[in-house]
Nanobody
Framework: QTQLVESGGGLVQPGGSLKLSCAASGFTLDYTAITWFRQAPGKEREGVSCINGNGGITNYADFVEGRFTISKDNAKNTVYLEMNNLKPEDTAIYYC????????????????????WGQGTQVTVSS
């Protein structure tokens, strides 16, 4: 059974930091791209960042503006999203999703036939 489990969310003040984790089980991330999404109340889901199978290719949404860093530890089968200088508008539920297609070996993307989704972790940025 393939599964993704997010963790690391919480309440943080503006300007603070959080590090989210996306742990995979039932499949290896060696050849799988992982994309982080977020969805705020009343808004559509949007792509945040992604990383390809070997971790050599990363992409970020424009609104990240250099504040987030995605990384991958294939030995731990886990992808991380380190978020710094958080803003109230970053408040959302953050999800990770897996793309094991051939494309994942080359790059990563925000639109794909994702085969597995996590349950999400809440990030709240508020003073």
């Amino acid at each position: 059974q393939t599964q993704l489990v997010e963790s690391g969310g919480g309440l943080v003040q503006p300007g603070g930091s959080l590090k989210l984790s996306c742990a995979a089980s039932g499949f290896t991330l060696d050849y799988t791209a992982i994309t982080w999404f977020r969805q705020a109340p009343g808004k559509e889901r949007e792509g945040v960042s992604c990383i390809n199978g070997n971790g050599g290719i990363t992409n970020y949404a424009d609104f990240v503006e250099g504040r987030f860093t995605i990384s991958k530890d294939n030995a731990k089968n886990t992808v991380y999203l380190e978020m710094n200088n958080l803003k109230p508008e970053d408040t959302a539920i953050y999800y990770c999703a897996a793309d094991p297609s051939w494309y994942a070996r080359l790059s990563c993307r925000f639109e794909a036939d994702f085969v597995s989704w996590g349950q999400g972790t809440q990030v709240t940025v508020s003073s």
